[in-house]
């Protein structure tokens, strides 16, 4: 069973637009990831923020984490027509067994 | 190119029939790791191989089995398949469990179709 659930479940902007999903859990975590997703292809591993950790930057990918809370955010920063996509969150909680949450589909339109 | 290869890309085969999917997890890395993603379920962790070894179980069917070999390219056997068992088959591979910044890296998928 999924342990995540992501929101919105899809989401549609203009390019140079900021896109934010989110992402809430709902056990301990060792560290939580966020993945893309193209068309059904192979998962492509974004960023990865563990629990003693509360922001991460990556280029223009911002995540925060909120263990209070069990939950987490992803923000793309100026998207692109490439940035659109599935993605994912997941949990990791002892190392390997990834729970993935449904999935966020982002559409950025030029 | 991520490193970890999946074949075939796609498969379609009959209702009962046995199948097999092969992983060859990214040079040097110990662990496989099995999902399955279907559109009524998501992404569903199946199971885990480290170094030969089973590691860990998920929602994986009695049907389903997997093995990892000494050259460490892993294999996951679908038996009896209904039609519920289409779905994308991925494989991904990390050096350590839940070790390093980077994740873990999937392959391209297994499409299976059964008909």
């Known amino acids: 069973s999924q342990q995540g659930e992501e929101d919105p479940q899809a989401l549609s902007i203009q390019e140079g637009e900021n896109a934010t999903m989110n992402c809430s859990y709902k056990?301990?975590?060792?560290?939580l990831q966020w993945y893309r997703q193209n068309s059904g292809r192979g998962l492509v591993h974004l960023i990865l923020i563990r629990s003693n950790e509360r922001e991460k930057h990556s280029g223009r990918l911002r995540v925060t984490l909120d263990t209070s809370k069990k939950s987490s955010s992803l923000l793309i920063t100026a998207s692109r027509a490439a940035d659109t996509a599935s993605y994912f969150c997941?949990?990791?909680?002892?190392?390997?067994?990834?729970?993935f949450g449904q999935g966020t589909e982002l559409s950025v339109k030029p | 190119d991520s490193g970890v290869t999946q074949t075939p890309k796609h498969l379609i085969t009959a209702t009962g029939q046995r199948v097999t999917l092969r992983c060859s997890p990214r040079?040097?890395?110990?662990?496989v790791y099995w999902y399955q993603q279907s559109l009524d379920q998501g992404l569903q962790f199946l199971i885990q191989?480290?170094?030969?070894?089973?590691?860990a179980k998920g929602n994986i069917l009695e049907r389903f089995s997997a093995q990892q070999f000494p050259d460490l390219h892993s294999e996951l056997n679908l038996s009896s398949l209904e039609l519920g068992d289409s779905a994308l088959y991925f494989c991904?591979?990390?050096?350590?469990?839940?070790?390093?910044?980077?994740?873990?890296?999937f392959g391209s998928g297994t499409r299976l179709t059964v008909v």
């Open positions: 991904a591979s990390s050096a350590n469990p839940g070790q390093g910044e980077v994740g873990y890296t």
């Open positions: 191989y480290y170094n030969g070894e089973e590691r």
């Open positions: 997941a949990t990791d909680a002892w190392g390997g067994k990834l729970i």
């Open positions: 040079s040097g890395d110990l662990s």
């Open positions: 056990t301990s975590i060792n560290n």
